[in-house]
């Protein structure tokens, strides 16, 4: 199947989210069990942040904090980039890769909607992009 926007890919998948008074411990459950990378993570429904398995290890256990005392505030990446559900494909790879992240939050009126990982886009479309950009740098490289 050839996905034309993000909300083609993500359609029927939930949401996977964790407060942000609630602790490490339970994100790594929430990691665990749905099989994911990453949360949203919302006061209400406001999207403030994203916990990934990286921010885990970096922020909590790299530095000897107590998983089932640490608040995911405290770990957290706040005000994450996000993607709108109509955006197209190439809009997500371009963000993670230049955000240099794997996973990005799906908006749609301004509510997290769903969560995009790099695993998601399909190997073409990566192949793809990357030959764009490498075409792109070499041209611009005979232009200068």
């Not at 006061?43 to 995911?72: F, K, M, Q, W, Y």
């Not at 993607?83 to 939050?105: K, S």
């Amino acid at each position: 199947m050839i996905f034309r926007s993000i909300g083609e890919l993500i359609e029927g998948r939930p949401l996977h989210a964790v407060g942000s008074h609630e602790t490490i411990l339970e994100v790594c459950r929430r990691l665990d069990g749905h099989h994911v990378g990453a949360l949203a993570v919302l006061d209400g429904d406001e999207l403030v942040g994203i916990i990934s398995e990286r921010d885990v290890v970096s922020r909590v256990v790299a530095r000897g904090r107590s998983p089932a005392e640490t608040p995911v505030r405290s770990a957290m990446t706040p005000d994450p980039k996000t993607v709108e559900i109509g955006d197209g494909l190439a809009d997500a790879l371009q963000a993670m890769l230049d955000g240099h992240f794997r996973h990005l939050p799906v908006m749609r009126d301004g509510r997290a909607v769903g969560m995009i990982s790099m695993r998601d886009i399909p190997t073409e479309y990566r192949l793809m992009y990357q030959r764009f950009r490498e075409a792109r740098q070499a041209q611009e490289a005979v232009e200068a």
